[in-house]
């Protein structure tokens, strides 16, 4: 299970409909008998998971905490 928000349909992987067995079916023997298709989404996902990387988003936030304690103390 995965975030839509993260998935990209047909991009980095398959989004279906919970419940949705006969997709969900489809979409794994799709993913499994294409190598090219799995190492294509393989190598997106990668390229997105640095965007949700720990010390990345921790700064983030801390840029945004600071932000708004400075905002606040002007």
Do not use: C, W
Request: proline letters at 1%; hydrophobic letters at 35%; glycine letters at 2%.
């Amino acid at each position: 299970v995965a975030l839509p928000e993260l998935v990209k349909d047909k991009q980095n992987g398959f989004l279906f409909n919970h419940g949705n067995i006969a997709d969900l079916s489809e979409k794994m023997i799709l993913i499994f008998s294409d190598k090219k298709l799995r190492d294509t989404m393989s190598k997106e996902s990668l390229t997105s998971i640095i965007q949700h990387d720990i010390n990345r988003s921790t700064k983030k936030f801390e840029d945004i905490y600071k932000s708004e304690i400075n905002r606040l103390h002007v």
